[in-house]
């Protein structure tokens, strides 16, 4: 099988010019298949303040009335998602910008819970495998948005880790999946103060362990159990660990690697 | 050669939620190949307005400075393109909103001028023909937002009536094209004040000559230079009229024809 390189990018990138655009360029060097899924950043938060929507967030989840999924969409699936593409082009890379209601990729429901209710907050149903496969066979690069869609013409705000893990699991049908996790730090670290203390390779016994130990900070936690489900779900290698190191996670040489064994 | 039927809709339609949702459902039905560009609507003007950012038309472009690119790429590429693409979705319309950028489909250049600094307009230096053809051999309907690209990382707001042509002359090589131009008239009218005075069909020479008669309104002159440059570059027959005709249209039992003789 052919490899699929699927990296999610967060927040702090997108918020950084720079470290943007030197992202991008070594996003764009990557000779194999490859999907790019962005976060959000601190812009929809900026824009809601300034329009005087007041934000909810519950459990590290932005609750989404209304007026906040109209942000979202303005500024993930446009103003974001519009910009990495058009820097990817300049770099070279075919670049397609999407969210999960183009071409249909990403069938969603709203959230539903008995205590708290998340508004337009989406819960990932199904991804439409076969339309990214066209797009990967055509060297068009998707470059996607948190936003998906319940088919009954509702947008849903969808968290990126999990559009990734989702779309990681549903390709891995076509592809050798090498999933990587971007963000601020260099890997998951056992000291959370200390850069340098990366944990090179984490099983699940391993985790189970750190966790009984708490040795993993609260906010790893869902990213960690996101990746151990890709793992579980036919996904081949997973990596977590800095945007700057993209080269190097690819190469193995750099980040946490999530591991069966 | 097949039909290819690409329709622009103007702001008038995207401002109102109950035509929007009724013409979508007119454009689902469809059974040729299609596809939308949009324009943008008031939500541009008033988003610039809640957050103190001073808009200037200067004959009847908008000029871009780089908080208003910002803006327009929020709201068109992000909010109407999306939401246009999830009720399609729901009327069984399998489309896929896009830029200029995406897929590198349209490139563009910053407007020069003189007199008059547009800003981050752009005009249209091509289009990718073949991106468009493999999405619709895919039964993928575009959906396209007034955005393009320079191929350079700039992004560019370009005039969707434009886009609509440039896109109609490119796609002519493959298919047989049907342009229509719908907006908040039944047609291009012999008295501006009066909806029954529609002009069925209209021939460069007539056209002429209801200028010299000044008979045809200013905002009207661009439009059907635009439909004139497109028959001249292959389109084999162009529309122009009421949105909620869009099926008499593409029967041509409605709206003014514009025809080479």
């Given at each position: ?7 999610k ?51 590290g ?14 500024v ?13 082009q300049?770099?070279?890379c ?42 990967l ?72 362990q ?33 945007a ?18």
């Amino acid at each position: 099988m052919h490899k699929l390189i699927i990296v999610k990018i967060g927040g702090n990138i997108i918020d950084d010019k720079l470290k943007l655009s030197s992202f991008l360029k070594d996003f764009a060097r990557i000779q194999e298949a490859k999907i790019l899924v962005h976060g959000g950043g601190r812009l929809a938060t900026k824009l809601a303040e300034q329009l005087n929507i007041p934000q909810q967030i519950i459990e590290g989840r932005r609750v989404t009335d209304p007026e906040t999924l109209k942000i979202v969409t303005m500024v993930y699936a446009g103003y974001i998602n519009k910009n990495i593409v058009c820097l990817l082009q300049a770099n070279g890379c075919n670049a397609i910008g999407l969210t999960g209601a183009d071409g249909n990729m990403i069938r969603a429901h709203k959230r539903m819970s008995d205590k708290i209710d998340f508004g337009f907050a989406g819960d990932v149903d199904s991804v439409n495998e076969y339309f990214l496969k066209n797009l990967l066979g055509q060297k068009l690069f998707p470059v996607i948005a948190p936003v998906t869609h319940d088919g009954k013409g509702q947008l849903l705000n969808t968290n990126a880790d999990t559009i990734a893990q989702e779309i990681a699991k549903a390709m891995s049908a076509f592809f050798d999946i090498h999933l990587i996790y971007s963000f601020e730090k260099s890997g998951v670290l056992l000291n959370a103060e200390d850069d340098t203390t990366v944990i090179p390779s984490l099983t699940p016994a391993y985790y189970q362990q750190l966790r009984k130990e708490q040795k993993i900070v609260s906010g790893m936690i869902p990213k960690l159990d996101n990746a151990f489900s890709a793992l579980k779900g036919g996904v081949k290698k997973i990596t977590i660990g800095k945007a700057e190191n993209l080269k190097q996670m690819i190469d193995g040489i750099s980040g946490t690697g999530i591991i069966n064994e």
